[in-house]
T-cell receptor, first 114, second 117 residues
Framework: EPEVTQTPSHQVTQMGQEVILRCVPI?????FYWYRQILGQKVEFLVS????????KSEIFDDQFSVERPDGSNFTLKIRSTKLEDSAMYFC????????????FGEGSRLTVL | KQEVTQIPAALSVPEGENLVLNCSFT??????LQWFRQDPGKGLTSLLL?????REQTSGRLNASLDKSSGRSTLYIAASQPGDSATYLC????????????????FGKGTKLSVKP
């Protein structure tokens, strides 16, 4: 069964360092997303990406964050200068088309900022 | 602003019991509602998707209902098993015709289910 894959599963970094989280969405999907979940809190939307550009972003997704689809398969989230409060589980998700609407999530990348 | 609430926050039941998890949302202008399962430290597994025009969806022992006008959904689990122990998340997607976007889900905090053998 097709699935969304994410790497790394866990990354530990020092405050101020740059981090890149990688995702391979389901191959025929057109819409891509990043969500995050701080421990014990709700899953929160960060950004959506369609047709090689950001279609929507939340207030959380400030200038420290960026997304890229460098080739036909990968979708990345970069955090330029990590802060302690960036520690969370980051989920990538993909969607075939908005009119069907079922979002498929990856297993997540746990980011720990020390 | 859409808010999603799930009650109860935690539930413990003996194996074999039928149970209902509740989800409520404040804005009825939704496109669809999705139920997920999350195991500790793991990703989100999609269980059921209900479009706004539908009243319910079934998959195996799971049945989800949607009452859009009252802002409620329930997830019914029949004959619960220890393997059903997990956190169940409800998420709604706003209708694009009312300012919603493609795939921007608003999540509840979840109900943590424990099924005792």
């Amino acid at each position: 069964e097709p699935e969304v894959t994410q790497t790394p599963s866990h990354q530990v970094t020092q405050m101020g360092q740059e981090v890149i989280l990688r995702c391979v969405p389901i191959s025929n999907h057109l819409y891509f997303y990043w969500y995050r979940q701080i421990l014990g809190q709700k899953v929160e939307f960060l950004v959506s990406f369609y047709n090689n550009e950001i279609s929507e972003k939340s207030e959380i997704f400030d200038d420290q964050f960026s997304v890229e689809r460098p080739d036909g398969s990968n979708f990345t989230l970069k955090i330029r200068s990590t802060k302690l409060e960036d520690s969370a589980m980051y989920f990538c998700a993909s969607l075939w088309t908005g009119f069907v609407g079922e979002l498929f999530f990856g297993e997540g990348s746990r980011l720990t900022v020390l | 602003k859409q808010e999603v609430t799930q009650i109860p926050a935690a539930l413990s039941v003996p194996e074999g019991e039928n149970l209902v998890l509740n989800c409520s949302f404040t804005d009825s202008a939704i496109y669809n509602l999705q139920w997920f399962r999350q195991d500790p430290g793991k990703g989100l597994t999609s269980l059921l998707l209900i479009q706004s025009s539908q009243r319910e969806q079934t998959s195996g022992r799971l049945n989800a209902s949607l009452d859009k006008s009252s802002g409620r959904s329930t997830l019914y689990i029949a004959a619960s098993q220890p393997g059903d122990s997990a956190t169940y998340l409800c998420a709604v997607r706003a209708d694009m015709n009312y300012g919603g976007s493609q795939g921007n889900l608003i999540f509840g905090k979840g109900t943590k289910l424990s099924v005792k053998p």
